[in-house]
């Protein structure tokens, strides 16, 4: 028996000083297969990597089992920010769009990650259990903002 899918729409924001300039961070970013924890592969399906309208096929493992996806990139702005969409390889059960901005103050980055999204999951769950603080913390530490910190600043001449 399938159980109901519950949808729920949220948003979270997180953000990370790094120590180093932009454009080595932007580079850094667009590296991600080699730093996020949780990525395992992106293959560029049309266009390209740092171009608007570029496609990339996504292959994440988070523990709860391996996750592809598409993203699409909405806008890019070289140095300074990046939109894109998220799209389910195998249906609807999860889209949402992704903002990556980086402010530039002398050699460091701020980079401010924000996340808003519309999940359908086979359980009940509220928004509270999708962006609460668990949530920022996991984005800001685990997956993305703490390994992008480390991989920029060690990859950083």
């Known amino acids: 028996m399938r159980l109901p899918l519950s949808t729920v729409t949220g948003s979270l924001r997180a953000d990370i000083w790094i120590n ?5 961070v932007w580079n850094c970013v ?4 080699k730093w996020a924890p949780t990525i395992k592969a992106g293959e560029l399906i049309s266009g390209g990597w740092d171009k608007e309208g570029g496609v990339v ?3 994440k493992e988070d523990g709860l089992g391996v996750d592809p996806f598409f993203s699409t990139n909405l806008k890019m702005r070289p140095h300074s920010q990046m939109v894109y969409k998220i799209d389910t390889k195998d249906g609807d059960q999860q889209h949402g769009f992704v903002d990556i901005t980086l402010l530039e103050a002398g050699d460091k980055t701020r980079v401010i990650y924000s996340n808003y999204m519309n999940f359908q999951f086979p359980m009940e ?3 509270e259990d999708l962006q609460g603080n ?4 996991r984005i800001r530490d685990e997956y993305y903002l703490k390994p992008l910190k480390e991989y920029s600043e060690k990859t950083w001449k």
């Open 20 to 24: 180093c300039p932009s454009p080595h």
């Open 30 to 33: 667009l590296e991600f297969p």
């Open 57 to 59: 096929l996504i292959t």
């Open 125 to 127: 769950l509220t928004l």
């Open 134 to 137: 668990q949530a920022v913390e």
